[in-house]
């Protein structure tokens, strides 16, 4: 018998908890040029940024604590998925990314744009998100 994939049997690539305002999101898996992967990470992140936020528009942090590698295809993904947030009303920030995902972020010229900080915890990048707590 052959193993097929369907999407019941979606990992879980994103947790989500409210900290309002805010949806933080830990990411549990390397970003890989897998297609399908980076597919079910743009369809779980994309349905809980549609299903909003009780205090308007969403507010994204995603926690890349235990992501090691981030492909060209990922980041890729994490454009589309910032420009979605951002046509929504709402702003993308990125923590918890190691020395060597930022060193992508840097070297693509985007580490500002996703408000990229190497090392920053979530506790650090949640007050520095909300309103009042620090610019970029």
């Not at 992140?45 to 205090?55: K, N």
Request: hydrophobic share 40%; with cysteine.
């Amino acid at each position: 018998q052959g193993f097929t994939k369907t999407m019941n049997d979606s990992r879980v690539l994103v947790s989500f908890r409210d900290d309002a305002p805010l949806i933080i999101g830990d990411v549990s898996a390397d970003l890989t040029a897998d297609a399908n992967l980076l597919a079910e990470f743009r369809e779980q992140v994309l349905s809980r940024i549609h299903a909003g936020s009780a205090s308007g528009p969403a507010a994204l942090l995603l926690n890349f604590e235990q992501v090691r590698y981030l492909s060209s295809l990922a980041l890729s993904e994490l454009i589309r998925i910032r420009e979605t947030v951002q046509q929504n009303g709402g702003a993308l920030r990125l923590c918890g990314v190691s020395t060597d995902v930022h060193t992508v972020f840097a070297l693509t010229k985007l580490d500002d744009e996703f408000s990229v900080r190497p090392k920053e915890d979530v506790e650090r990048a949640v007050e520095r998100f909300k309103p009042g707590g620090g610019v970029g």
